[in-house]
């Protein structure tokens, strides 16, 4: 899998947005960036994926670089319920194909 | 629309006794996975199984551990002579034959091996 880097933890409050930034500078042209949370306890949580587009769902808004170098995961208004650990992922084809490598990820704590 | 299911939830087990992990997927999806959580440690792939087919157990511990996905029924992640290191969260996700790397989890087995 490409690298990704991530910070350790970020704070948001509650209805602000949350900006979650990812580098994956050693990604291919046609790796794509998946991102992921898992709230304490519970099993991890599909958010969103890219190639390249910025990508928006019901959940988030994932905004890729131009270079595909990094990319921003955006919940637009945070709430408490956001919570948790977030991972960047970018996952590698082949003989791997299905496995998905959780690194550390950000802690995103929410505050009222 | 019922999501992943496992069962148990929680486990416990002797040393020495054999775990039985069950995960019915999303309804549809051919394609299942198992993670493991040791505490306060991260999401570890073990194994990616289709119909019938192990298409990459390479996270399985090479002993004790097996997982099967038959044609009919849940898919089994069985460990046999269980030890106190295998207690964890074991997770299992499941997806689309479209996006292998979209998978929707389920809420986890918690094994406790005293």
């Known amino acids: 899998d490409a690298k990704t880097t991530q910070p350790p933890s970020m704070d948001c409050a509650e209805g602000r947005a949350a900006n979650l930034p990812c580098n994956h500078s050693?990604?291919?042209?046609?790796?794509?960036v998946y991102w992921y949370r898992q709230i304490h306890s519970q099993g991890p949580q599909y958010i969103i994926h890219?190639?390249?587009n910025n990508e928006t769902n019901e959940m988030a808004s994932l905004i890729i670089t131009e270079d595909r170098k990094s990319s921003t995961l955006i919940l637009p208004h945070a709430t408490l319920r956001d919570t948790a650990v977030y991972y960047c992922i970018v996952p590698f084809g082949g003989t791997s194909y299905g496995k998905l490598t959780f690194g550390q990820g950000t802690i995103l704590t929410v505050h009222p | 629309n019922a999501g992943v299911m496992q069962n148990p939830r929680h486990l416990v087990r002797r040393r020495g006794q054999e775990a039985r992990l069950r995960c019915s997927p999303v309804?549809?999806?051919?394609?299942v996975y198992w993670y493991r959580q040791l505490p306060e440690e991260g999401l570890k792939f073990m194994v990616y199984?289709?119909?019938?087919?192990?298409?990459?157990e390479s996270g399985m511990p090479k002993e004790r551990f097996s997982a099967e996905f038959p044609k009919e029924g849940p898919s089994i992640l069985r460990i046999q002579q269980v030890v106190r290191g295998d207690s964890a969260a074991y997770f299992c996700?499941?997806?689309?034959?479209?996006?292998?790397?979209?998978?929707?989890f389920g809420p986890g087995t918690r094994l406790t091996v005293t």
């Open positions: 996700a499941s997806s689309s034959g479209q996006s292998s790397y979209e998978q929707y």
């Open positions: 199984l289709q119909k019938e087919n192990i298409i990459d």
């Open positions: 309804k549809g999806h051919s394609h």
């Open positions: 890219g190639l390249k």
């Open positions: 050693t990604i291919s042209g046609n790796e794509y």
